[in-house]
């Protein structure tokens, strides 16, 4: 292969010319999670998006825009690249967008410890990634920590605290850990969002029972039974 070429050589302004038709030819993959299977027709385009890409990074391998293309691109197509141009965009331009990509790479391919580590800088960037606080979400629950699982909900619920979805999940990790205080005020948050969500009072009627308050439980229960 030709060595790439300087930036005083004329050719060299073709690097912008084949990032754009890379750009043409892809469906704007930017936003895209990798884990994304495309269908057939779509990953004929992002062929020959990888292409146009990988001729502007022949022309100049430090173009971090081309890498961060056609990182998502072989992310998306599962061809092999994609991390290392992932390296070149986030050295080059580090963001959120960057690590939480190349996380989702890692995680992927089974490297927990790297993707962790990935969506944590993500959130350096960006504190209020809901994206990055999910992702370590996943992999706090695949490791079956219960307990780091419940702490990236606390963060999470810091960003997005009325997301009655969040405090379900955040509801159910603390009955597993067995924490019933959090539990009761967690429920009460729910049913101050949701009045006719059933979950919540039942978990406090459970924990009016688990203290011997049968009377308090019975009132509970029998207020859902009436709606």
């Known amino acids: ?5 300087t930036s005083n050589c004329r050719c060299s302004s073709y690097g912008p010319a084949h990032r754009i038709l890379g750009l043409i030819h892809a469906i704007r993959v930017g936003q ?4 994304r299977k495309p269908g057939l027709f779509e ?7 990888e292409r146009s890409f990988s001729a502007a990074i022949r022309l100049d391998p430090l173009d971090w825009q081309a890498r961060r293309e056609r990182g998502v691109i072989r992310a998306t197509l599962k061809l092999e690249g994609a991390e290392a141009d992932f390296d070149v965009w986030i050295r080059a331009h580090p963001t959120a967008e960057g690590y939480t990509y190349r996380g989702t790479l890692r995680s992927t391919q089974g490297q927990i410890p790297a993707a962790w580590a990935d969506y944590e800088r993500a959130l350096e960037f960006n504190p209020k990634s809901l994206v990055a606080l999910g992702a370590l979400q996943v992999l706090a629950r695949a490791t079956k920590d219960l307990r780091q699982a419940s702490d990236i909900l606390t963060r999470t619920l810091e960003v997005t605290p009325k997301d009655v979805n969040v405090l379900r999940a955040q509801l159910t990790l603390l009955s597993n850990l067995g924490e019933s205080q959090r539990v009761l005020e967690t429920a009460r948050a729910i049913e101050a969002l949701d009045p006719a969500e059933i979950e919540g009072p039942l978990r406090r009627a459970a924990y009016r029972i688990s203290q011997g308050q049968l009377q308090e ?7 859902v039974l009436a709606r």
């Open 43 to 49: 990953s004929r385009r992002l062929a020959q998006a």
């Open 1 to 5: 292969m030709s060595p790439p070429c």
């Open 32 to 35: 895209r999670p990798p884990t």
């Open 217 to 223: 439980a019975r009132e509970i229960i029998a207020k």
